[in-house]
């Protein structure tokens, strides 16, 4: 039996007192929730139209809301820039009327400013925590532009990463048209994914556009082989033209391809490469990439995308 007491705040049950804070103005809710990181086929910065494939790398978001904290207040596990995430959960709740603020952190398994699309991990990861806190819902791919514009907005990108973000909320491989925000196509592929991350960090606002939109007509020729599904051959050339245009050293592609690797590119601006690689080439390719300096991450192309996580 429930017994209500004088103040409506408490609640006795079988003689025992327990102080409970009514579910009502004030309250704190909480969503959590994860989207993938990212590899490269097409860079999209020449020609707005780009494609890439999730990788079994993750971004966790846990998202706080009530209605008694002012502002929106964000935290990344081991330091960072919070004004996308901080956009991302405004965005959100904007959109829903909700009126009070939020504390959002993130931590990750993806290296930051490496070209593995670590920011389009934390946007999705972000926007969906923040859903998961309110119990609303939104289609993948709306959810996918209000991210985007929300990186648009921080200045973390230059195309707006369409085709990065789509990967990382979809899963899969996507080709995507990333001035419209078109999803064009998306396929699910089972590959063995390795990484090589160099020490150095390079961030996508600081490339070098002008130079990369000279390679354009070079750009669509790897394009056209991803529509067709030619992926492997399709990051190749892009990451032999990006190299070039970006001023990195193609030596770890090189080495990819010798050992055995389908396909392998340059991610995104940069600095990091993804490889392709068949379960009998996994060694070899690691072998070739040892002798360089960097880390290498095993992992794997995610078909599923991201999720919302238990809190």
């Not at 923040?130 to 289609?139: I, N, Q």
């Not at 996507?174 to 961030?203: C, G, H, I, W």
């Not at 990051?235 to 690797?261: Q, S």
């Amino acid at each position: 039996m429930i017994k209500y007491l004088g103040n409506p705040k408490y609640i006795k049950i079988s003689s025992t007192l327990i102080y409970l804070k009514l579910q009502t103005i004030g309250r704190m809710i909480k969503g959590r929730a994860s989207a993938c990181g990212a590899g490269t086929i097409i860079n999209a910065i020449a020609t707005w139209k780009g494609s890439a494939f999730a990788i079994d790398l993750r971004t966790t978001a846990e998202v706080e809301l009530s209605e008694e904290m002012d502002g929106i207040r964000g935290e990344i596990t081991g330091g960072g820039d919070t004004t996308l995430i901080e956009r991302c959960v405004e965005f959100v709740l904007d959109r829903f009327d909700y009126v009070g603020g939020a504390y959002v952190k993130t931590s990750s398994e993806i290296p930051i400013a490496r070209g593995l699309k670590s920011s389009s991990a934390a946007a999705n990861a972000t926007i969906l925590a923040t859903l998961d806190a309110l119990d609303e819902k939104m289609e993948p791919l709306e959810a996918v532009r209000l991210g985007v514009q929300a990186a648009f907005d921080a200045g973390v990108t230059i195309t707006g990463a369409f085709d990065d973000a789509a990967a990382s909320f979809l899963g899969g491989i996507v080709v995507t048209d990333n001035k419209t925000m078109q999803l064009v196509k998306r396929v699910e592929r089972e590959s063995k994914v390795l990484v090589f991350v160099p020490e150095a960090q390079a961030l996508t606002a600081d490339a070098d556009v002008a130079m990369s939109r000279l390679l354009a007509p070079w750009v669509d020729l790897a394009y056209d082989l991803a529509l067709e599904g030619g992926f492997e051959k399709a990051m190749t050339l892009n990451g032999f033209l990006y190299c070039a245009a970006l001023g990195f050293d193609p030596e770890p592609m090189l080495r990819a391809l010798g050992a055995g690797a389908t396909g392998v590119s340059l991610s995104g601006t940069g600095p990091a490469f993804t490889a392709l690689v068949g379960v009998d080439e996994v060694d070899a390719v690691i072998k070739a990439w040892d002798r360089l300096e960097g880390k290498i991450i095993r992992t794997k192309i995610n078909n599923t995308g991201a999720r919302v996580e238990s809190c």
